[in-house]
T-cell receptor, first 114, second 114 residues
């Protein structure tokens, strides 16, 4: 029973490019949460999604960031026109039901912007 | 503003020794408090979770305590092992209805030396 899978583990982009981060939740989990961890900072909530629905995106920057969780396939966090400040570790977590503190995290995607 | 403060920021101990990590929070009312262990380059792994009515919770050599009156929690590690070297993160979730936004501390970086 695989855990939460994130890919790629490392992603390098130049300023202005697009970054796509993928998250496959644990089997049977239909709730996905994205978090961002800046260097020397705690994790910060970004967005909570269920299949085909965005439930809470209050932590998402208003521009350039979007997330989806389609009926089939992984959840995608998309960052357009990346800037140096987007460099961070992005973690995904999943749960079988709504949770204000999901237990199962992936190992993250480390995004580096050149 | 909800805050979670952890101390010390970093800690170095010898293998076999005990240590205690502190967490102070302002989240109120809160529904639960969780301690995570995060190894370098990995996602957080849950160690313990406590509701506001619980005072202590153990998981092997890890024991968490909670004082909801003073809004303080501690994580005690006994007979430390080299594999305990990691960041330990305190996370508090609000009790307000419909909120899925936990507040993460910045973590305590623990190094266990042989």
């Amino acid at each position: 029973n695989a855990g939460v899978m994130q890919n790629p583990r490392h992603l390098v982009r130049r300023r202005g490019q697009e970054a796509r981060l993928r998250c496959s939740p644990m089997k049977g989990h239909s709730h996905v949460y994205w978090y961002r961890q800046l260097p020397e900072e705690g994790l910060k909530f970004m967005v909570y999604l269920q299949k085909e629905n965005i439930i809470d995106e209050s932590g998402m920057p208003k521009e350039r960031f979007s997330a989806e969780f389609p009926k089939e396939g992984p959840s995608i966090l998309r960052i357009q026109q990346v800037v140096r400040g987007d460099s961070a570790a992005y973690f995904c977590a999943s749960s079988p039901a709504p949770s204000n503190q999901p237990q199962h995290f992936g190992d993250g995607t480390r995004l580096s912007i050149l | 503003k909800n805050q979670v403060e952890q101390s010390p920021q970093s800690l170095i101990i010898l293998e076999g020794k005990n240590c205690t990590l502190q967490c102070n929070y302002t989240v109120s009312p809160f529904s639960n408090l969780r301690w995570y262990k995060q190894d370098t380059g990995r996602g957080p792994v849950s160690l313990t979770i406590m509701t506001f009515s619980e005072n202590t919770k153990s998981n092997g050599r890890y024991t968490a305590t909670l004082d909801a009156d003073t809004k303080q929690s501690s994580l005690h590690i006994t007979a430390s092992q080299l594999s305990d070297s990691a960041s330990y993160i305190c996370v508090v979730s609000p009790a307000s209805g419909g909120s899925y936004i936990p507040t993460f501390g910045r973590g305590t970086s623990l190094i266990v030396h042989p």
